[in-house]
């Protein structure tokens, strides 16, 4: 079982920064993938950055240049940082990570996909 903690949203004015913190926790033996999604009322969960374990990386276009996902594997954390914010960012954002278990390993069994709990970021306009 994979447990997700997030941290770092809030409320910012248009034009600043903010830095997303997601650290994964639990009997973890590999991780796979590590991302960030968001999602709005009325609007289906977007993927916003994702970071693969070879190191390659993909962004939505409405954040690229702007956001910049990395990871700290010994600390299985993913990381979002957030620059030249605008009101179309506000979402909750929701970490999510692909990841095998120290069970499901020694089982043989396929990964698995574990989300947190959701952060709010509102930017002010």
């Known amino acids: 079982q994979v447990q997700l903690v997030e941290s770092g949203g809030g409320l910012v004015q248009a034009g600043g920064s903010l830095r997303l913190s997601c650290a994964a926790s639990?009997?973890?033996?590999?991780?796979?993938?590590m991302g960030w999604y968001r999602q709005t009322p009325g609007k289906q969960r977007e993927l916003v950055a994702i970071?693969?374990?070879?190191?390659?990386?993909n962004y939505a276009d409405s954040v690229k240049g702007r956001f910049t996902i990395s990871r700290d594997n010994a600390k299985n954390t993913v990381y979002l940082q957030m620059n030249s914010l605008n009101s179309e960012d506000t979402a909750v954002y929701y970490c999510?990570?692909?990841?095998?278990?120290?069970?499901?390993?020694?089982?043989?069994?396929?990964?698995?996909?574990?989300w947190g709990q959701g952060t709010q970021v509102t930017v002010s306009s």
């Open positions: 999510n990570v692909a990841a095998t278990t120290l069970a499901a390993h020694v089982m043989g069994a396929t990964a698995g996909d574990y």
């Open positions: 970071i693969y374990s070879g190191g390659s990386t």
């Open positions: 639990g009997s973890i033996f590999r991780v796979n993938a």
